[in-house]
């Protein structure tokens, strides 16, 4: 059941994309999520799709698992579009029913924002499922390294969020396993009525709070034994290095967005 | 008779995933009522997998597990039922452990049983008993115990369920050797008492040798062997190929037979070999030692 879950999730491989500088990665990501919003037509979107056809090509990582990360999203998508259909005005009127009116306005709206939000959803699991959590934190930690100057304690921050991602995992087998010990002992957590699911999750929630803080503690001895204390003066195992793939990389995405900039252009005038 | 049977089992964890991966692969076994059975296998060999297949945790892949000779999957709202008859205690047991009080906690699962109190009251009050919880721990917060305690006292949370089949997932993990033997004592001198089936996993064969009626081995999610307790150790060797500990005094007897010394028995307890080492070189060794 949790195991399903697969945002954050990291295939490792070694495919193009892998190998990229995590740090243009996220400069591309970014660029990429610009490209998706400035874009305003359906042609725009067209051309962010074949981008985004192209990278998880590129990837070699299935189809399928991108198909799993929009899947949980699904249902509020729906909901959204489906308000939009019945409630925004304008263009042909297909039918109507008191104050409901479905409109091509509102179909073309709904559609648009359905494949906006897919291809996003998409793009940006292509940057977690290609880039280790830890290579990830790497880079936004020398992304961010200008705000040092103004005192931003950006090592500790980074730091924080490579404990936080590196122990997502681990707290969901935790869990897991809980579930399963108590389910052992009878405990009612995916049947039974609302209220004794609602006290059983106490019987979840408290283990795992009492483990967690342990492992916290526990982490916490374990780097001031091996003297721990910050980033100050810290080298690194892995350097970041960027190549010219990463340069190239980032020139075709820009032109990407050059292309959607232009065919916005176009379509006003 | 056979207690529980299972039919041609097969696990298969995110079947279609890139992770995809068999951990229990066509186990068929038959466990019989009343027996202690040690289940041993390398960490991911599939036990784990396996027990939670026992008591409904896991639902199987393929194959069929049957619980006094009904299948416990042929009906799906009635598999909280078969939790409570089949009895799992978790490894490391003391971090399920909730409740504000020792007493409340023990009395988990016979609540979720719908016992009523006087019942659930005799419950707690024997298994702690029985698992050696004084009466003036109950009333005390589980989470100020020492951990043999925490650890006794989630043994007794499921063995208060009066589980027809009680199964521990390394039971004594952890713990000292005197924590060891003490919880190995009580879970000996409860079957005794309630003359249930008792599964104990273990990845070491020191632990059960002394008192498992058969073993069962897994090894790379298959049944490698289940058989009498005399027979698998017979097969010490072999066993011990495939990564797995085998007594010292069964690797002793071993090395004597390598070097002509043959008892013509296999040994996996320390009584059986002083008494063999006594017939055979007679009474006076045993004073000289």
Known sequence: ?269 | MAVLETQELTYVYSQGSPFEKTAVDSVSLKIDEGAIIGVMGHTGSGKSTLIQQFNGLLRPTSGKILLDGVDIWADRKKIRDVRFRVGLVFQYPEYQIFEETVYKDIAFGPKNMGLDSAEIKRRVLETSHDIGIQEELLERSPFELSGGQKRRVAIAGVMAMNPEILILDEPTAGLDPAGRDKIIGFIKEYHRKKGNTVLIVSHSMEDIAGFADKILVMNKSKLFCYDDTEKVFSRAEEISRIGLDIPQVTKIFIELKKNGIDFGKDVYTLDYAEKLLVKKFGERSRKNC
Not at chain 1, 90 to 114: A, N, P, R
Not at chain 1, 187 to 197: K, T, Y
Not at chain 1, 247 to 264: G, P, R
């Open chain 1, 1 to 269: 059941m949790l195991r399903d879950i697969t945002i954050g999730q990291f295939f490792s491989g070694n495919s193009l994309i892998h190998r990229l500088d995590p740090r243009f990665k996220i400069v591309i990501t970014f660029i990429y999520i610009l490209m998706l919003f400035t874009g305003n037509s359906i042609l725009c979107l067209a051309i962010g799709a074949v981008y985004t056809a192209a990278a998880v090509l590129l990837s070699h990582i299935p189809a399928k698992m991108f198909v799993k990360s929009v899947k949980p999203l699904m249902p509020f998508l729906l909901l959204t579009a489906v308000i939009n259909i019945f409630f925004l005005d304008g263009g042909d009127v297909y039918f109507k029913w008191h104050f409901i009116k479905i409109t091509s306005e509102g179909v073309s709206v709904s559609v648009f924002m359905i494949i906006r939000i897919i291809l996003l959803i998409a793009g940006s699991s292509l940057l977690t499922y290609t880039t280790s959590p830890i290579t990830l934190t790497d880079a936004i930690e020398r992304l961010l390294s200008p705000l040092k100057k103004i005192k931003v304690p950006v090592h500790e921050l980074a730091m924080m969020m490579s404990i936080a991602l590196r122990f997502i995992p681990t707290l969901i087998e935790e869990t897991d396993k809980i579930i399963s010990a108590q389910k052992a002992r009878g405990a009612e957590i995916d049947s039974g009525n609302f209220m004794s699911r609602a006290k059983n999750m106490i019987a979840i929630l408290v283990p795992l709070f009492v483990s967690s803080f342990r492992r916290a503690d526990e982490l916490a001895t374990a780097m001031e034994c091996r003297c721990y204390r910050g980033g100050e003066g810290r080298t690194r195992l892995r350097q970041l290095k960027s190549e010219s793939r990463d340069y190239i990389a980032l020139a075709v995405t820009l032109i990407f967005y050059a292309f959607v900039i232009a065919v916005n252009f176009l379509f006003v005038s």
